[in-house]
């Protein structure tokens, strides 16, 4: 879990990044996009989106205000967005690692075969 503080109309809220909290901006985020799509199904997915902001609301201390709870999901949303950017990042960066190791390791034992004969 990683503590994030974040600001929102001047005042200071925590929040634990949780593998929850993550998974439930991923789904407002999809839920805000079925809305958009179909219009129609607004009325569909409007408990859904009003159950996940809840969910994500309650992640956060101190309380959240409604004047503040817009601000608030906006800065989740947005440190979300930026932390799985930041893991897709390290993962790719690993990836491109275990790429090289595996080409220098490759050459290696062609080079040591070569030096056999």
Same mark, same amino acid.
């Given at each position: 879990?990683?503590?994030?503080?974040?600001?929102?109309?001047?005042?200071?809220?925590?929040?634990?990044?949780?593998?929850?909290?993550?998974? /439930?901006?991923?789904?407002?985020?999809?839920?805000?996009?079925?809305?958009?799509? /179909?219009?129609?199904?607004?009325?569909?997915?409007?408990? $859904?989106?009003?159950?996940?902001?809840?969910?994500? $609301?309650?992640? &956060? +201390?101190?309380?959240?205000?409604?004047?503040?709870?817009?601000? &608030?999901?906006?800065?989740?949303?947005?440190?979300? =967005?930026?932390?799985?950017? +930041?893991?897709? +990042?390290?993962?790719?960066?690993? &990836?491109? =690692? +275990?790429?090289?190791?595996?080409?220098?390791?490759?050459?290696?034992?062609?080079?040591?075969?070569?030096?056999?004969?």
């Amino acid at each position: 879990m990683i503590s994030q503080e974040i600001t929102v109309n001047g005042k200071k809220f925590r929040l634990l990044l949780t593998d929850q909290l993550m998974m /439930d901006a991923r789904r407002l985020k999809a839920l805000y996009n079925a809305a958009y799509e /179909d219009p129609e199904s607004f009325e569909e997915v409007s408990s $859904a989106i009003s159950n996940t902001i809840t969910q994500l $609301a309650t992640a &956060v +201390e101190p309380v959240v205000s409604d004047g503040d709870l817009d601000g &608030v999901i906006q800065a989740i949303m947005k440190v979300v =967005d930026e932390k799985a950017k +930041e893991v897709a +990042e390290t993962k790719s960066k690993l &990836v491109e =690692d +275990e790429v090289k190791t595996r080409k220098s390791s490759g050459k290696i034992s062609k080079t040591a075969k070569r030096s056999k004969k």
